[in-house]
Structures are given as C-alpha cells and as structure tokens.
C-alpha cells in the first residue's frame, strides 16, 4: 500500500509462528505479514524476567531484517507454578508430567510484548501481562487423552486454554488471549494509536 506521495503505509509483522497470536491479531482487525523470528529464548530464574529477555531478544532478531516502514510485535509466554518457569514440553512424557504438576493448582501465565512502531532504530515497548490460571484435578489417563485430542506439545505447559481448554482448567482470572499467548487488551490500543487496525 503506497500513501500520497509515495510513503509506504506502516506494515505490521509479527514476528512469530504462533497460530494463536496470528488469530487474536486477525480478530482485533490487524493487517500483518507473519516473519518467525529466530532467537534465543534466556531463561533466567524469574518468570517476568524470563519471558521479558525473550521478548526483546525476538524482537531485535525481527528488526535486523525489517523495512523502515514496518512496525514489529514480538511475544513470548511462559507459565510459572511455584515461582518455578515452565515452558514448552521436550516431548510427550515430559507434556504429561507437565499437567500433572499443574493439576488440582493455581498457575501464572506470564506474556512479554514487545512493540516498535516503524523504523528499525526504535527502542521497542515492551510489557509484561500475567493472569492466574487454576487447573481441575487430572489422573494421568487425563492427561494422557488429553494431549491425544489437544495435540499441544508445542505449548507452554503444554496446554492451551483455545484447545479443549475446559478439559484442564477449572477457572482463571485476567485476560484470556493473555493465556493464549497474546494479550489483546493491551495490544489492540497500542496497534490502534499507530495506525496499524483497519
């Protein structure tokens, strides 16, 4: 898209191969171009800290490769129980010893954002949204036919709250899309003040 005078109009990519955030941002009305960002994802002992560094870490990686007339949004989620960080599963056993550990327990979701308006040289804005997540009682059998039909491997704590959702949680409180990975409360207003909603 060209504006009068030939300026290139902002183009927003999200920098992330989240089919969750792909959804949340299509439904706030955002165009945007999706360019996965490969970065290090630090885990540093401290959940916000955590899900922080790896915010601005996919963000920078995006920038190196952005256009001057892009705006980039960068995410990363972690769960956290007992101050303990949980990420994605190494694999299946790892998925099912995941949910049993939340099981019958409250969680926190914790979802670093970090936002740059367009021209590669600015400092993006970044926060950090959390919401409490409470688990119903699983058996492993649960579990087990849980991931069977939820196929959520790739998930941090290796459930999603989109996914079957009602199979695992028992109640939850703050935002909803923050637990699905992108927050979009706080998002559609930034994205909105920039231009970038249709």
Do not use: Q
Not at 62 to 68: C, D, I, S, V, Y
Request: net charge neutral.
């Amino acid at each position: 898209m060209i504006r009068p005078g030939g300026a290139k109009a902002p183009r927003l990519v999200l920098a992330s191969a989240s089919p969750r955030r792909a959804a949340i941002l299509a439904d706030l009305g955002a165009a945007f171009v999706v360019r996965p960002a490969n970065a290090e994802e630090p885990r540093l002992g401290d959940p916000v800290a955590s899900v922080r560094a790896a915010a601005l870490a996919k963000h920078a990686a995006a920038a190196r490769a952005a256009a001057p007339h892009e705006a980039l949004l960068a995410a990363d989620t972690l769960v956290a129980c007992d101050g303990e960080e949980i990420g994605k599963p190494r694999d299946r056993a790892d998925a099912v010893a995941m949910l049993l550990r939340l099981a019958g327990r409250e969680h926190l979701v914790h979802t670093a954002v970090a936002l740059s308006a367009p021209g590669c040289g600015a400092k993006p804005e970044v926060f950090v949204e959390t919401s409490s997540v409470r688990f119903r009682p699983l058996s492993r059998t649960d579990a087990e036919a849980y991931l069977d039909d939820a196929r959520t491997l790739d998930r941090a704590g290796a459930y999603d709250i989109a996914t079957l959702g009602n199979r695992v949680v028992e109640s939850f409180s703050g935002s909803y899309t923050n637990v699905m990975g992108l927050p979009a409360e706080r998002v559609g207003p930034w994205l909105a003040a920039h231009g970038l909603l249709s």
